[in-house]
């Protein structure tokens, strides 16, 4: 059957003003992306973004479950080609319940929800720890990053938090933005790729933080295996003691 396919810009203005405008179509499907899956005979719609339509279906969804809103939120980080539909399915339920549907685990909309949302939460997790921030020259700390998803903007108050008053940087390289802290306040820009000269006393740091790793591996039982589960193999070039580079 052909749909009208609902084409947003990929924001979240645009997400919630392809709601609003497909809601009486009962067949429509909303997408950001060309790489979703067509039928013959289906139509492409372009949707600008509307900020008061956006801002009229937020305002529906908070009074019915405000927290629904992270969800919807954590599955439009996802890199899915399905990730507007997705949610887009998991608001119909919600409007049509007129309740939070979370727990309705045995509806299709809900599950696909649960498991996009849970995987930005681990990865957001996953990055407290595994991101590496270096000093630069300036006084910076910088930490590179290439995550799944969209997590730079959940990652953003955690450090902010934890570094106080310093200024720092995550750069997420393969969308080309970052987040900027001035040790008061932050904020998400677009970011090319940047030429990093680090401190004298970084440059030392790596340096000792290399040999203490190469001290107490032992090569004959480097086990590989464990080292990519308790540190996936997409996180290593971005350590000081890449396990890659091990003997």
């Known amino acids: 059957m052909a749909r009208n396919i609902y084409m947003t810009d990929g924001s979240p203005e645009g997400f919630f003003t392809a709601v609003f405008d497909g809601w009486r179509d009962k067949d429509a499907f909303i997408a950001s992306s ?3 899956q067509t039928a013959l005979g289906d139509e492409f719609i372009p949707v600008p973004p509307d900020a ?4 009229r279906v937020v305002r529906k969804l908070r009074r019915i479950d405000n927290a629904c809103l992270y969800e919807i939120d954590c599955v439009l980080r996802t890199p899915d080609a399905d990730r507007e539909q997705a949610a887009f399915s998991y608001i119909r339920l919600l409007m ?3 309740k939070p549907v979370r727990g309705m685990l045995t509806r299709p909309e809900v599950r696909r929800v649960r498991e996009l949302s849970d995987r930005v939460g681990q990865e957001r997790h996953r990055l ?7 000093e630069t020259a300036d006084g910076v700390y910088y930490a590179p990053c290439a995550p799944d998803n969209d997590v730079v903007e959940l990652l953003m108050p955690h450090f902010a938090a934890r570094f106080k008053t310093f200024p ?3 750069h997420d390289l393969s969308r080309g933005i970052a987040g900027l802290c001035n040790g008061r306040e932050w904020k998400i820009v677009p970011a090319a790729d940047a030429e990093l000269v680090l401190s004298e006393e970084e440059e030392g740091f790596e340096r000792l933080w290399k040999k203490y790793y190469a001290a107490v591996n032992i090569p004959s039982r480097r086990n590989v295996r464990q080292q990519k589960g308790y540190m996936p193999v997409r996180y290593w070039k971005f350590l000081p ?7």
């Open 168 to 170: 720092f940087v995550i």
């Open 128 to 134: 407290t720890g595994f991101l590496r921030f270096r």
């Open 52 to 55: 008061e339509k956006a801002a």
């Open 241 to 247: 003691e890449n396990p890659g580079e091990q003997p």
């Open 34 to 36: 060309r790489a979703v």
């Open 96 to 98: 049509a319940e007129k």
